[in-house]
């Protein structure tokens, strides 16, 4: 009967865990829709922003501008910085691991280039490891909200930026999880400084809506169209090139730094309810192997009990 009570307390502990798996589950998916709102909310700036961009693009010449240092692409490459995104809890698959990992991938391969290398981490899993291995750090963010916001993104642009503008590095490269689907999402790496002026609208910016499908979540990927009007040819500027693009670009900036936090957060959301979902889904068959062994141990006895009243009854005869 011990055993018995042994299953018996192993299925109501499974059960319970399935209960908690479920509940974030459900949690994680909520979150991924505000994440989606607020790219959504985030997006007609974005748009204007690119198109103003774009347009002074096709009126000025940019490599005519000399004291814009966020341009600076002909500046001496001798040190680099890597900003790596990740979270800062865990129970989301292999999110955290695979950021570390094409962290650490990307930190070697420049170091083997002979280049100085620092790292600016965001997350308290990617500022755990990485401290614990002595790696050069300059600055860390935690406590982050889960779905990111223009202040964080302005807060740690301004750290970049420091860095970037005093000379203290020549490059940023940005590491982080870009967002594909619900149950896909891929490390990738992006240099955020110096800004490339031939990049600044790109055809292939995209946003991601959630939707339901048959009672499943399910994400639909698209471009959206910039209806930003162009600006008139006899437009004149009251500012030289230099105070708009000084003024702009840090902006731009700002905008790719949240979208990309953006992208992280859901994909970090969505390797967690893939993960929760996937726990629930063992929990379950677990239960019911347990509960068919109970059965099985219970019959045992029951029968081992008729047995021995049998074999009594007939002693006794």
């Keep these: 009967m011990a055993n018995l009570k042994e299953i018996r307390d192993r299925i109501s502990s499974v059960k319970n865990t399935r209960k908690i798996t479920e509940a974030m589950r459900l949690v994680a998916a909520a979150k991924v829709r505000r994440a989606q709102e607020q790219v959504l909310r985030s997006r007609p700036f974005a748009d204007r922003l690119a198109r103003v961009l774009q347009n002074l693009q096709s009126r000025l010449r940019f490599e005519d501008v000399v004291n814009t240092p966020l341009l600076e692409q002909e500046r001496p490459l001798r040190h680099i910085t890597l900003l790596a995104v990740s979270a800062d809890r865990g129970l989301c698959g292999g999110y955290n691991a695979n950021i570390i990992k094409r962290t650490e991938q990307r930190f070697n391969e420049l170091k083997g280039q002979g280049y100085e290398i620092s790292m600016v981490l965001i997350g308290r899993k ?35 930026l420091a860095e970037f503008l005093s000379g203290s590095t020549d490059r940023v490269e940005m590491v982080y999880t870009k967002f594909i689907n619900l149950v896909s999402s ?32 399910a994400v ?16 004149v500027f009251e500012q030289s090139p230099d105070q708009l693009l000084n003024a702009l ?56 009990e008729i047995l021995e009243v049998v074999g009594g009854a007939t002693a006794m005869a």
């Design 249 to 304: 670009l840090p902006l731009y900036l700002e905008n790719q730094l949240l979208r990309s936090l953006q992208e992280s957060a859901a994909s970090e959301l969505a390797s967690r309810m893939t993960a929760m979902n996937n726990a629930s889904d063992n929990a379950k068959a677990l239960a019911k192997s347990l509960t068919l062994d109970y059965n099985k141990a219970r019959q045992a006895a029951i029968t081992q």
């Design 220 to 235: 639909e990927r698209g471009t959206a169209a910039n209806a930003e009007p162009a600006l008139e040819s006899d437009f």
């Design 126 to 160: 990617a500022t755990t490891y990485f401290q614990n291995r002595s790696y050069p750090i300059t600055a860390t963010f935690t406590g982050l909200d889960q779905v990111p916001n223009a202040e964080e993104a302005r807060a740690i642009g301004d750290q970049i």
């Design 186 to 217: 891929a490390p990738v790496s992006q240099t955020l400084l110096p800004l490339d002026p031939q990049g600044i609208a790109s055809p292939d910016d995209e946003i991601f809506r959630l939707t339901t499908r048959e009672g499943q979540l």
